[in-house]
């Protein structure tokens, strides 16, 4: 069974503050991995997806990795802003086209 | 474009009672998913579809049945609500092209059983 773990599980940085949210996986069997953002009341924004052929995958401020052999993946936001406040969780898909989440890592960043 | 729309958004239910939730998109994907989230917990996926007519179960299944009559609804029952199924509930969609993926998440329908 797949199983998923994020690190830190709160975070808390000033404004400008380069940071790195980690995610772990124990099965490293994966068809991709993903991040998501989560605004307080809200769903589910993806942000990344890093297949498992890839390395890593680019959006503006948001670089994400994978490394399967060690079953890590890691999100890196630079140059952090206050409306980068939020819940980031990471999910491994699986066969049968299945997430498995993070308990995620609720951002909050200071002006 | 609506992406995925649940209704209701809110709900409280007597234990014992039942319900359905309704999950519609209309992005023509094959793939559906109802999910539950809960503090400390992540999101876990409850059941799921991966084309109209089919439904599998995922990691929470107990007490909820699903139905995915046409392609653009994946609906959710609940047929004997317990306090043990307050929760967020979240249906998703999604497409796989080759080697392209995307998902697509609803809003949530926040659930009290009393």
């Known amino acids: 069974k797949q199983e998923v773990t994020q690190i830190p599980a709160a975070l808390s940085v000033p404004e400008g503050e380069n940071l790195v949210l980690n995610c772990s996986f124990t099965?490293?069997?994966?068809?991709?991995l993903q991040w998501f953002r989560q605004d307080p009341g809200k769903g589910l924004t993806s942000l990344l997806l890093?297949?498992?052929?890839?390395r890593e995958q680019t959006s503006g401020r948001l670089n994400a990795s994978l490394d399967k052999s060690s079953g890590r993946s890691t999100l890196y936001i630079a140059a952090s802003q206050p409306g980068d406040s939020a819940t980031y969780l990471c999910?491994?898909?699986?066969?049968?086209?299945?997430?498995?989440f993070g308990e995620g890592t609720q951002l909050t960043v200071n002006p | 474009n609506a992406g995925v729309t649940q209704t209701p958004k809110f709900r409280v239910l007597k234990t014992g009672q039942s319900m359905t939730l309704l999950c519609a998109q209309d992005?023509?994907?094959?793939?559906m998913y109802w999910y539950r989230q809960d503090p400390g917990m992540g999101l876990r996926l409850i059941h799921y579809?991966?084309?109209?007519?089919?439904?599998a179960k995922g990691e929470v299944p107990d007490g909820y049945n699903v139905s995915r009559l046409k392609k653009q609804n994946f609906l959710l029952g609940l047929e004997s609500a317990a306090p043990s199924q307050t929760s967020v509930y979240f249906c998703?969609?999604?497409?796989?092209?080759?080697?392209?993926?995307?998902?697509?998440f609803g809003s949530g329908t926040r659930l009290t059983v009393v």
């Open positions: 998703a969609s999604s497409y796989h092209q080759g080697g392209n993926y995307g998902y697509t």
């Open positions: 099965d490293s069997a994966i068809y991709n």
């Open positions: 890093i297949q498992s052929s890839q």
């Open positions: 999910a491994a898909e699986t066969s049968g086209s299945r997430l498995t």
């Open positions: 992005m023509n994907h094959e793939y």
């Open positions: 579809s991966v084309g109209e007519g089919t439904t």
